[in-house]
């Protein structure tokens, strides 16, 4: 008989049966008996699997539920015996506690000592770089610059809405409509056919004859 994988039957669900439930599995099992080692499926679900060996794999994650998150799985679930000896016992390790009464000294200044002053010379001459930087940070105003340009610009235009709001609100809509009501003799008058005669014609005053050879402003005599 193969033995049983649970890796492999895992693999083979996933690949050729895509939805997790008991008649899947009922099917897998008839199609590729193989991977079942000789076991039986059992449970209420029949979504578990016990081995002629006696153990029990759970391979559906939540049978009765909806998917996601019902799902294929390989896990043992076999109730331990109690008598049994665990498989993990633990054994003596090259580590040993520590003696509470050994005193540990602290490293010897002659190493200590000269690997930070080694670092200490790489920062010489930053104090004033630091000061320099801190001053120009105190001394920039950009706080101050925004809050007078916010009075410069926007109170005075938040102002001007709030008095074009109240003018607004103000306004008497009935003045409006009585003028536009008005309006219509002037244009029921403008509808009229023109009535009034054509003004006369304007006679043309005569520009006389052009001038003629020999006169001034009159044609130039050919060249010879």
Do not use: C
Not at 74 to 86: K, L
Not at 169 to 180: F, Q, R, T
Not at 202 to 215: L, Q, R, T, Y
């Amino acid at each position: 008989m193969t033995p049983f994988d649970p890796w492999a039957l895992l693999a083979i669900l996933e690949a050729f049966y895509p939805e997790p439930t008991a008649a899947s599995l009922r099917r897998a099992r008839s199609e590729r008996p193989e991977y079942f080692a000789g076991g039986t499926l059992i449970g209420r679900s029949g979504d578990k699997l016990q081995l002629p060996d006696g153990r029990i794999w759970d391979l559906i994650f939540g049978v009765d539920g909806p998917r996601p998150p019902r799902r294929w799985i390989a896990i043992d679930v076999t109730d331990p015996d109690p008598n049994a000896v665990p498989g993990f016992e633990l054994e003596p390790g090259p580590l040993e506690p520590l003696d509470e009464e050994m005193l540990l000294f602290p490293p010897h200044a002659d190493i200590f000592t000269p690997l930070v002053a080694g670092h200490l010379e790489g920062l010489e001459g930053s104090d004033g770089v630091l000061a320099t930087a801190a001053t120009a940070v105190l001394a920039h105003d950009g706080a101050g610059r925004l809050e007078r340009d916010w009075a410069r610009v926007m109170e005075p235009a938040i102002a001007q809405h709030a008095t074009i709001r109240v003018a607004l609100d103000g306004d008497d809509p009935i003045a409006v409509l009585a003028a536009a009501t008005g309006h219509d003799g002037e244009i029921e008058g403008g509808r009229r056919d023109y009535d009034e005669p054509p003004p006369p014609d304007i006679a043309e005053p005569s520009v006389g004859e052009p001038p003629g050879k020999g006169e001034p402003g009159g044609p130039e005599p050919p060249a010879l």
